[in-house]
């Protein structure tokens, strides 16, 4: 619920639909609370309450791009959580593409520095998921991957964001080897 709601409010917050991201975070809270009754993880718990609570912020005030990082921060924080219940893999799959959403976020931001850190970390993560995806899958990232490096290398933050949003499009579409 965590991360699935905190991707739902990454993309309502795009397109500023406030009561849907206002909805989904008090979800998100609701399963919290829940969840947080039973055995978390000393360091986790608040390290994500602190950013659910900062997602709820972000949200009543309607200001996107902190609202945006915040849905990143709660995504990241629990899938650290259900790193105890799920493959690595899937984990790992899941960060690569929150790698992603945060060089949306950072390039909207217009920080390049930050955007280059963001594709560091696409590459890296990307050697720890190769063994999770077909050869037809695993080509078409490494293409992307190329395309977007030359991008981030030329500065131009406004292709970034195209290349970024078509590599998570992409990546939804991948197909497990089973």
């Given amino acids: 619920t ?3 709601g905190a991707s739902d409010v990454f993309d ?14 008090k979800r998100m809270s609701a399963a919290w609370e829940i969840v947080r009754s039973g055995e978390v993880p000393a360091r986790l718990e608040p390290q994500l309450s602190g950013a659910l ?15 945006r990082q915040a849905a990143i921060d709660v995504a990241r924080w629990s899938l650290d959580l259900q790193l105890r219940h799920r493959p690595v893999t899937e984990i790992d ?6 790698w992603a959403a945060q060089m949306l976020v950072d390039a909207a931001a217009g920080d390049a520095a930050a955007v280059n850190g963001d594709f560091f970390n696409l590459d890296y993560v990307r050697d720890r998921i190769q063994r999770a995806l ?3 899958d695993l080509t078409r990232l490494n293409s992307e991957l190329e395309d977007l490096n030359s991008l981030v290398g030329d500065g131009d933050l406004t292709a970034v964001v195209d290349a970024a949003r078509h590599l998570r499009e992409t990546l939804a ?6």
Avoid: C, Y
Avoid at 12 to 25: E, F, G, L, Y
Avoid at 93 to 98: S, V
Avoid at 173 to 178: I, K, L, T
């Fill in 53 to 67: 609570a900062g997602l709820a912020d972000a949200v009543d005030r309607r200001h996107a791009p902190e609202a």
């Fill in 12 to 25: 309502a917050t795009q397109s500023k639909d406030w009561n849907v991201a206002r909805a989904i975070v």
């Fill in 2 to 4: 965590l991360e699935r």
């Fill in 173 to 178: 579409g991948f197909q497990r080897p089973s």
């Fill in 93 to 98: 799959l899941a960060r690569f593409d929150l």
């Fill in 134 to 136: 077909d050869r037809a």
